[in-house]
DNA sequence: TCCGGGGTTTTTTTT
DNA sequence: AAACCCCGGA
């Protein structure tokens, strides 16, 4: 049906209003980054504040917004960014692209995909997944080899670390063996052999790992012109916010997409680079600054934390880093910050929940307290004391909640709905039913693939299967594959009621807490209309929000986080835990001589504190068992409290009054 | 062919 | 915590 179009003209607020609102190193990085421009941002120096503006004055300039592309490090940043230009422009902002890398990629890919290769209705294996996956590819090819040499092979963790640093500098398998397991040059010709095999299956099952997405996005790009000028043209502004932590593959993306219209702005801070495990590369701040066209613009007045904190904050900004000194802007506060000595991690815990109960009769608010930490098990110890004591938390991150071994087989359900040749959550799905193992699983499954060349659909294929010592399972599935296209929350009722429920209660302890999980799966799931958008929503976003056991009347819950989870927010209360050496510094990252990450890892966690710091370590170090090996024992590791100048903080030790 | 028991290994951060 | 291995009994 042709629509005859009607133009009306758009009414725009006026930006005078920004000289209010926005101080002059604001306003002139808003009004005069043009072209390709690097911003730096302190932190808590208004860095969201200056994008929200920067695309509100770009609407006020007559840009669509439909010509505006966002790119954040998570997708609750580019929802927040895009809720505040609305509310500054009171424009429709819903046509604005905003979203991590992966999504844009994502959105280009499945848009694209055949181009290069692929159905457009590619899967997306998550890091669990490329696990499973290089396992089997690895496993494949140790059984061309004898035992003793299958020995010698090096694990499927290591072959994806090193592709993936190959993969996120866009250097050959061996250059990536040499830069970071030079030890492991004799074996290049076998992880060659294995990352073919892994290559391979993924073509099979149609599915790309996050790697793949950015890389497969950049190949389109380079290597199709047309594609890239239709895709370029659109977007006549490209922000990057976060961008300390972009690869060098993620850089030549957004390079790619500003390469009609030239008008990059990057938004970082070199001294908050923390995911280089991951191929980010704070040298492309210094890079990028580094060529002539590029403005540079510096923010570094600091609006979030007292100047007590901030003059810690100064002292700490880490050694390889653009120079900078942070501006307090806030009055004093009535204390310092604290470093407090405890005995060991029970006692941490104690000093913790005294801590915080103090803090809620001074009227403090639960949301506006987080406890930090360098790795997730360092705060199972607290978990159990907050639950014993009923102080309701949030995680922002744990064992990531889809990697638990429960909400992975209820989600290889859903997974072989929308790809059946998805051989690995088969083999789970089936391995759940009594009497089917290794090899009756794969005669069940080489049989459907072949069916699947005969009858049009899963279901006819699976069908035909002979299931006679496993009618349930044949009942489940079917019922599944003839429902598929139900919202997944039914097909989640429908596993959990039929079958899950009573698997868990007959292989787990802790039943209760997983049931409590599933209901929230089916909770989530419940926003998407099909599983296809379900799985994909999940592979991609961030982490998903648990609450404690403890469920809680109120909705006020305190913050336990990991370093890495914290990043971009911040609290009034702020307590760093276990920052030993070992601990944080993280034992792991000083072996691969790291210090530099985790120093920058020191310095986000401490600028997240508005009024209060607490530095919390203990005099007997961590109680975990494996840091009594060798590498701990032989070496004195640096400690971050020793850095300290003492008049810069208080220092607290623990009595006791009873 | 399956399953359970015992033993071993892993060793961090995540889109 | 959860995967793997090996082995012996059903």
């Not at 890239?228 to 976060?242: C, F, G, M, P, T």
């Not at 638990?404 to 789970?428: C, E, G, Q, V």
């Not at 349930?472 to 009621?497: G, H, R, T």
Request: proline share 3%.
């Amino acid at each position: 049906m042709d629509e005859k179009v009607f133009n009306i003209k758009r009414e725009y607020s006026i930006p005078e209003f920004f000289k209010e609102e926005l101080d002059s190193e604001q306003l002139d990085a808003v009004i005069n980054s043009t072209g390709r421009s690097l911003i730096i941002a302190g932190p808590g120096s208004g860095k969201t504040r200056v994008i929200t503006y920067k695309i509100a004055y770009l609407l006020s300039q007559g840009i669509k917004p439909e010509n505006i592309l966002l790119v954040t490090f998570t997708r609750a940043a580019a929802r927040e960014m895009v809720e505040r230009v609305r509310n500054v422009t009171n424009v429709d902002t819903s046509s604005l692209t905003a979203g991590t890398f992966h999504h844009v990629c994502n959105m280009i890919l499945r848009r694209y995909a055949k181009v290069i290769g692929y159905e457009n209705n590619f899967t997306i294996l998550d890091s669990e997944d490329a696990k499973d996956l290089m396992r089997i590819a690895k496993n494949e090819y140790k059984e061309t080899l004898t035992k003793e040499e299958a020995k010698q092979i090096p694990g499927e963790g290591v072959i994806l670390k090193i592709i993936g640093y190959a993969a996120n500098t866009l250097k050959s398998i061996r250059e990536a063996i040499l830069d970071m397991a030079a030890y492991l040059i004799d074996y290049q010709e076998d992880i060659e052999r294995i990352y073919m095999n892994y290559l391979e299956m993924k073509k099979k099952i149609n599915a790309m790992d996050y790697d793949d997405m950015l890389i497969n996005t950049l190949h389109l790009l380079e290597t199709n012109e047309d594609i890239r000028n239709y895709i370029a043209s659109k977007y006549q502004w490209v922000l990057v916010d976060e961008f300390q932590d972009t690869s060098l593959v993620q850089l030549r993306i957004v390079e790619f997409l500003s390469s009609v219209h030239k008008n990059l702005i990057v938004v970082g801070d070199d001294s908050q680079s923390i995911y280089s495990f991951r191929g980010s590369r704070f040298e492309n701040v210094e890079e990028f600054q580094s060529h002539e066209d590029v403005k540079l613009f510096k923010i570094q007045t600091n609006y979030r934390s007292v100047p007590e904190i901030v003059e810690l904050e100064n002292y700490l900004i880490p050694t390889h880093s653009i120079p900078k000194k942070l501006k307090p802007y806030r009055s004093s506060y009535h204390m310092k910050p604290v470093i407090v000595k405890t005995y060991d991690e029970l006692e941490q815990a104690d000093f913790i929940v005294q801590l915080i109960e103090n803090k809620f009769d001074e009227g403090v608010s639960p949301e506006e307290i987080a406890i930090l930490y360098r790795s997730h098990s360092l705060s199972m110890v607290l978990q159990q004391k907050l639950d014993v004591k009923k102080i309701s938390y949030k995680l922002l991150s744990g064992k990531r909640f889809i990697e638990t071994r429960h909400i992975k087989d209820i989600m290889a359900f859903l997974k072989i709905l929308a790809n059946p040749y998805d051989n690995i959550s088969w083999t789970r799905v089936l391995k759940l039913f009594p009497g089917i193992g290794q090899k009756t699983l794969t005669k069940i499954v080489n049989e459907f693939y072949a069916n699947l060349m005969e009858y049009p659909t899963p279901y006819g294929a699976f069908e035909q299967i002979k299931f006679r010592k496993y009618p349930k399972a044949k009942e489940i599935i079917l019922y599944l594959f003839e429902n598929s296209d139900e919202n997944p929350q039914d097909l989640i009722d429908y596993i959990y009621n039929e079958f899950y429920r009573e698997y868990l209660e007959l292989n787990f302890k802790d039943a209760y807490s997983r049931k409590q999980d599933i209901e929230r799966l089916g909770e989530i799931a419940s926003r998407y209309k099909s599983v296809e958008s379900f799985l994909e929503e999940l592979a991609l976003s961030e982490n998903i929000e648990i609450q404690s056991a403890e469920k809680d009347r109120k909705n006020e819950r305190i913050t336990l986080t990991t370093v890495h989870g914290a990043k971009g927010l911040e609290w009034k209360v702020v307590i760093i835990i276990s920052v030993n050496p070992g601990d944080f510094p993280n034992g792991m990252a000083l072996k691969e001589k790291k210090i530099d990450e985790e120093e920058r890892l020191f310095y986000v966690a401490v600028t997240r504190a508005k009024d209060e710091l607490y530095i919390v370590k203990q005099l007997t170090g961590t109680t975990k068992p494996y840091y009594g090996n060798s590498f701990y024992m032989r070496q004195k590791l640096p400690d971050f409290t020793d850095k300290i100048p003492k008049e810069l903080v208080e220092h607290w030790k623990i009595g006791y009054s009873d």
